[in-house]
C-alpha cells in the first residue's frame, strides 16, 4: 500500500514530485550545485555525523550531504518531508548506506532528543506559517544536542531590485502569506526565540534567499 502524506497546514508538494527535479535547477538559475555544496561546506561535516534535512524535496541536498558521511561510522542524513510522493521519488535515487527518508511533519518530529549533530533545510521554511515555523524550530532545538548546527536556507529580506520584484511576486502569485512572513526578516528572530545563538548570514542568491547558520548553545564548540 502506497505510504501516507503527514498531515500538516505546510504547503505539501505531492503534486509536483514528478517534475520537481526538472523544475528546481531552472528557479535556482542553474546554480543548484553551487548552492548545495554552500550548504554542505557550512555544515562542516565529519564522517561519523547525523544530520536531518528538513522538507527535503526529492533528497538532492541530503544526498550530498550522506556523500560526506559514513555509515559504518554511524554516519546518517536523515531527509524528510510531509510528501509522500516527494519522498518516494528520494527513495528511489537513494545513495550511500548513510542516507534514508522519511514521511514526516517537521513540525512533529519523531526523533529522540539530540538525535542529530546538525539540523539543516533548504527552501522549507517559505512553505509553512508562522506557528508550524516556530514549531519546527523548537523541535530541531529538541534533536540537536548543546552545540549543535543549525544551517537554514530560504527566502530572506530582498537585497536587491530583482530579488524584491521575484520574492513579492512569488507571495502574491503563489497567494502565499507564509512566503511574506520569510521575505519581511522574520526568521532570525525566530531561530533566537526558539534558544539558537543569533543567526550569521553566511550567503545570498539571487538577492532574495539568505543562508543562517546558528547553534544550540552550550556543548563547547566555538560559534556558527
Ligand atoms: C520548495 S520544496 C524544497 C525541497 C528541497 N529542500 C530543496 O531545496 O529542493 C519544500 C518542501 O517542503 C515540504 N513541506 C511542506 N510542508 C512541510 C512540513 N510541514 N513538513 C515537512 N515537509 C514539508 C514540501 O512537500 C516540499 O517538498
Redesign the pocket.
Known amino acids: 500500500m502506497d505510504e501516507r502524506s ?1 498531515v ?1 497546514r ?5 503534486h509536483a514530485a514528478k517534475v520537481y527535479d526538472f523544475c ?1 535547477p531552472i528557479l535556482l538559475l542553474g546554480k543548484q550545485g553551487a548552492y548545495n555544496r554552500e550548504i554542505v561546506a557550512l555544515l562542516e561535516l565529519e564522517p561519523s555525523q547525523r544530520v536531518l ?6 533528497g ?2 541530503t544526498r550530498m550531504i550522506a556523500d560526506n558521511l559514513d555509515a559504518a561510522r554511524g554516519g546518517q542524513a536523515v531527509g ?4 509522500a510522493k ?1 519522498i518516494q521519488v528520494a527513495r528511489k535515487k537513494r545513495g550511500n548506506d548513510a542516507c534514508r527518508f522519511d514521511v ?4 512533529s518530529l519523531p526523533y529522540e532528543d539530540g538525535a542529530f549533530d546538525a539540523v539543516v ?4 521554511f517559505h ?2 506559517d508562522l506557528e ?1 515555523k516556530q514549531r519546527t524550530l523548537t523541535e530541531s532545538f529538541r534533536v540537536l544536542p548543546p552545540g549543535g548546527k543549525l544551517v537554514i536556507a530560504d527566502m530572506h529580506l530582498p537585497t536587491t531590485w530583482m530579488g524584491w520584484l521575484v520574492s513579492w511576486t512569488s507571495r502574491w502569485f503563489f497567494m502565499q502569506p507564509q512566503i511574506a512572513e520569510n521575505i519581511r526578516g522574520m526568521l532570525p528572530g525566530l531561530m533566537t526565540e526558539a534558544g539558537f545563538s543569533p543567526p550569521l548570514i553566511r550567503a545570498y542568491y539571487f538577492g532574495y534567499i539568505a543562508i543562517f547558520t546558528c547553534q544550540k548553545p552550550g556543548g563547547g564548540h566555538g560559534t556558527a
Open positions: 503527514a500538516t505546510g504547503r505539501t508538494l505531492d528546481e534535512d528538513l522538507g527535503c524535496g526529492t538532492e541536498l524528510v518531508d510531509a510528501a516527494m514526516v511533519a517537521a513540525e533545510s533548504s527552501l522549507f512553505h509553512v508550524l
